[in-house]
T-cell receptor, first 114, second 114 residues
Framework: EAQVTQNPRYLITVTGKKLTVTCSQNMNHEYMSWYRQDPGLGLRQIYYSMNVEVTDKGDVPEGYKVSRKEKRNFPLILESPSPNQTSLYFC?????????????FGPGTRLTVT | AQSVTQPDIHITVSEGASLELRCNYS??????LFWYVQSPGQGLQLLLK??????LVQGIKGFEAEFKRSQSSFNLRKPSVHWSDAAEYFC????????????FGRGTSLIVHP
């Protein structure tokens, strides 16, 4: 089954404790991205990657890091989480960076930073 | 840069009634337009998309949307709503010919009364 998986689905952590949210897709997609979803703000893109070792900032990259060492994986790293990063996070993938391609979304990771 | 406005935060309809969710975009050229649905606890799923050609597009689950260039709109419609349509709906716009950072609207929450 074609899918995007994220782990963990739920995470509660404390300020400053480094964490990683994993994302994996099994569709051999080149393009992957991370979004955060906040009430009243919709989805905002954090980072995206057009291929292995190629990443770039989205609209709200501050406080986040990503890496793309393998085509299927695109982890999101919070080196020193803060309460304003409490949010619902989605990973997505698509065939390429052409905006005509449909994005496939993971189920989401709900992060709470206290 | 492109932008998307979904003017309705919540829409309440009765089961069996017709539905129209509004979406207005701002972009200098012909955009790529999408509607996604997010069911509770799930990721986003593509309902339909418009790139060019016929301005009335059909999607999954009985939804359709009409692109109106003169009004910069891409409203989503369904003739008869089912209780299972209760969800969050997002309109998104992508820029043709450029790097791909899609812009999502803030979402419209659909409530369906029995």
């Amino acid at each position: 089954e074609a899918q995007v998986t994220q782990n963990p689905r739920y995470l509660i952590t404390v300020t400053g404790k480094k964490l990683t949210v994993t994302c994996s897709q099994n569709m051999n997609h080149e393009y992957m991205s991370w979004y955060r979803q906040d009430p009243g703000l919709g989805l905002r893109q954090i980072y995206y990657s057009m291929n292995v070792e190629v990443t770039d900032k989205g609209d709200v990259p501050e406080g986040y890091k990503v890496s793309r060492k393998e085509k299927r994986n695109f982890p999101l790293i919070l080196e020193s989480p803060s309460p304003n990063q409490t949010s619902l996070y989605f990973c997505a993938s698509s065939q390429g960076d052409n905006p005509s391609y449909e994005q496939y979304f993971g189920p989401g990771t709900r992060l709470t930073v206290t | 840069a492109q932008s998307v406005t979904q003017p309705d935060i919540h829409i309440t309809v009765s089961e069996g009634a017709s539905l129209e969710l509004r979406c207005n975009y701002s972009y200098g050229a012909t955009p790529y337009l999408f509607w996604y649905v997010q069911s509770p606890g799930q990721g986003l799923q593509l309902l339909l998309k418009y790139f060019s050609g016929d301005t009335l597009v059909q999607g999954i689950k009985g939804f359709e949307a009409e692109f109106k260039r003169s009004q910069s709109s891409f409203n989503l419609r369904k003739p008869s709503v089912h209780w299972s349509d209760a969800a969050e709906y997002f309109c998104a716009v992508g820029a043709q010919g450029g790097s791909y950072i899609p812009t999502f609207g803030r979402g419209t929450s659909l409530i369906v009364h029995p």
